[in-house]
């Protein structure tokens, strides 16, 4: 990685965590982008070098987030049928996130409670479907090709809906039950 790589790295780390200590101390609707901007000793126009808008500091690494669930779920044995390869994908990468619980209740409750934020999240999920749809095509044989053939869609989009609703929950219970627990239960309750 190039010295300028890691040093728009740095700065967009640095920005994010300033963003996120005033999110979660002001809220994220009272929390504008020259109060981020004069944390983060930057311009406005520099906040926006990195960022389109407030959702993606809170959002931006969502799609990433995609791409690793799509390389778990690529790297499950080929004996497991899809469904269980993208439960699993998706065990996979919350074992390896580089936030506390904590820290990621605190953002789930922001996301969950803001309406900019959800739709935001709705959005980057519609990314994440997108990604895994080919695996998963792939896994049930599939053909690519058949518009009609919505099985792979759907089993995305139902694990996906899974995850949603087991994150609100986690939310709303203050996060007095795992998260991996509630995404297990909502993922047998569709299953049973």
């Not at 791409?67 to 699993?88: G, K, N, Y």
């Not at 919350?94 to 900019?116: C, N, Q, R, W």
């Amino acid at each position: 990685m190039s010295l300028w790589s890691r040093t728009r790295n740095a700065v967009y780390g640095e920005i994010t965590r300033t963003a996120m200590e005033l999110f979660l101390e002001r809220g994220f609707e009272a929390t504008t982008i020259d109060d981020i901007a004069a944390a983060a000793g930057i311009s406005r126009r520099s906040f926006f070098r990195y960022f389109g808008t407030k959702e993606d500091v809170v959002l931006g690494d969502l799609a990433a987030r995609g791409e690793l669930i799509r390389d778990a779920l690529q790297a499950r044995p080929e004996s497991e049928d899809a469904w269980t390869a993208l439960v699993s994908a998706m065990h996979a990468v919350k074992a390896g996130l580089a936030e506390t619980d904590a820290e990621m209740l605190k953002i789930f409750k922001m996301v969950h409670e803001t309406p900019s934020l959800r739709a935001r999240s709705i959005e980057k999920h519609l990314q994440w479907q997108a990604a895994l749809t080919p695996e998963v095509r792939r896994r049930l044989g599939a053909d690519p090709a058949d518009p009609a053939d919505v099985r792979a869609e759907a089993l995305v989009a139902t694990v996906l809906t899974c995850l949603d609703v087991a994150s609100e929950a986690w939310a709303r219970c203050d996060g007095a039950v795992p998260l991996e627990g509630l995404f297990d239960g909502a993922v047998a309750a569709i299953r049973g």
